[in-house]
């Protein structure tokens, strides 16, 4: 079922990129989706203990996913990723009256860890962009070839 849903590899590979206008718009949504993510998870991990821990984990790994099969490249995991970490490191900061929203606890570190491998894994999946990031596998050797001598 899953592998109707998602489809198989040779499906995904053969599908084409997003032009690249559409792919940079999708960047910059998924960074603020990513940062929105990583504050409603901390949150919600915390609130519904512990099925919270896997509605913030599911949001985190679909957003990352999403972010990869949206633009087609790896920086379509990693962008996600990288506005979902920045805002955790703010919220893992204690303020000065020694408040803080991720508390040290067993669901703050498996949110923090599972969401870190999930947002790897997706930035390491194949990718229909080749392994240069975002540059179309025939762009790549065309600008190869354009500048040998």
Do not use: H, N
């Amino acid at each position: 079922m899953l592998q109707r849903i998602l489809g198989t590899r040779a499906q995904r590979m053969a599908e084409p990129l997003p032009p690249r206008g559409v792919r940079i718009t999708a960047y910059a949504v998924l960074f603020l989706l990513g940062a929105a993510v990583s504050l409603c998870g901390a949150f919600v991990q915390a609130l519904w203990a512990p099925l919270g821990v896997l509605l913030a984990f599911g949001g985190t790994g679909g957003l990352f996913y999403g972010g990869l099969r949206l633009t087609g490249t790896k920086l379509g995991a990693g962008i996600p990723l990288a506005g979902w970490f920045a805002v955790l490191l703010v919220m893992m900061a204690p303020r000065p009256e020694g408040d803080f929203v991720l508390a040290a606890g067993l669901t703050s570190y498996l949110y923090l860890f599972a969401g870190a491998v999930a947002g790897v894994v997706c930035a390491t999946l194949p990718t229909r962009s080749g392994p240069a990031f975002g540059v179309p596998p025939g762009d790549r050797q065309r600008a190869v070839r354009d500048v040998r001598p």
